[in-house]
């Protein structure tokens, strides 16, 4: 069982290594473009977004898994979605590379928690799987392959 201690430990995480994400795509725009303060501006923006959005989102599950309200989940991705969407039309109006950098920057976090969720070793080895979902993934299995062979029962 995950404490908050452990969340929050994750969460930091994300965070660190969503900034480095950042920090390695305004070097590699350097570059590419050259110093662009609107690329740097446009790209800390959306990461300090994407931070925010987070957040945003784990407070609305954690009230929503609490209280049972749905709406709260709701009225979180409403808040979010529109959060992105002004960042974005100010980031665009601003320049094209800043609009893009903003994208870029909404992106940040999802390297390290694809890193942390689908690749990293420890995850992977020890995610326990319920028995009786492990049973019936394995049916699934034999049933794809006894169709694929051409097999009957």
Same mark, same amino acid.
């Given at each position: 069982?995950?404490?908050?201690?452990?969340?929050?430990?994750?969460?930091?995480?994300?965070?660190?290594?969503?900034?480095?994400?950042? !920090?390695?795509?305004? &070097?590699? $725009?350097?570059?590419?473009?050259?110093?662009? *303060? #609107? /690329?740097?501006?446009?790209?800390?923006?959306?990461?300090?977004?994407?931070?925010?959005?987070?957040?945003?989102?784990?407070?609305? !599950?954690?009230?929503? &898994?609490? $209280?049972?309200?749905?709406?709260?989940?709701? *009225? #979180? /991705?409403?808040?979010?979605?529109?959060?992105?969407?002004?960042?974005?039309?100010?980031?665009?109006?601003?320049?094209?590379?800043?609009?893009?950098?903003? &994208?870029?920057?909404?992106?940040?976090?999802?390297?390290?928690?694809?890193?942390?969720?689908?690749?990293?070793?420890?995850?992977?080895?020890?995610?326990?799987?319920?028995?009786?979902?492990?049973?019936?993934?394995?049916?699934?299995?034999?049933?794809?392959?006894?169709?694929?062979?051409?097999?009957?029962?």
């Amino acid at each position: 069982m995950t404490t908050m201690d452990d969340i929050h430990k994750l969460k930091k995480q994300i965070f660190l290594y969503g900034s480095l994400v950042a !920090l390695v795509c305004e &070097l590699i $725009s350097f570059f590419i473009l050259g110093w662009d *303060l #609107g /690329f740097l501006t446009g790209l800390l923006a959306g990461l300090a977004t994407a931070i925010v959005n987070f957040n945003i989102l784990a407070f609305t !599950l954690d009230r929503m &898994l609490k $209280s049972g309200n749905q709406g709260t989940s709701a *009225l #979180g /991705f409403f808040v979010r979605m529109t959060l992105y969407c002004v960042v974005f039309y100010f980031a665009i109006t601003r320049s094209y590379a800043a609009g893009a950098a903003c &994208l870029i920057g909404f992106l940040t976090l999802k390297v390290p928690m694809y890193y942390f969720y689908a690749i990293k070793p420890k995850f992977n080895t020890e995610r326990k799987i319920r028995p009786e979902v492990q049973a019936m993934y394995e049916e699934e299995d034999k049933k794809a392959e006894d169709e694929y062979y051409g097999r009957e029962e």
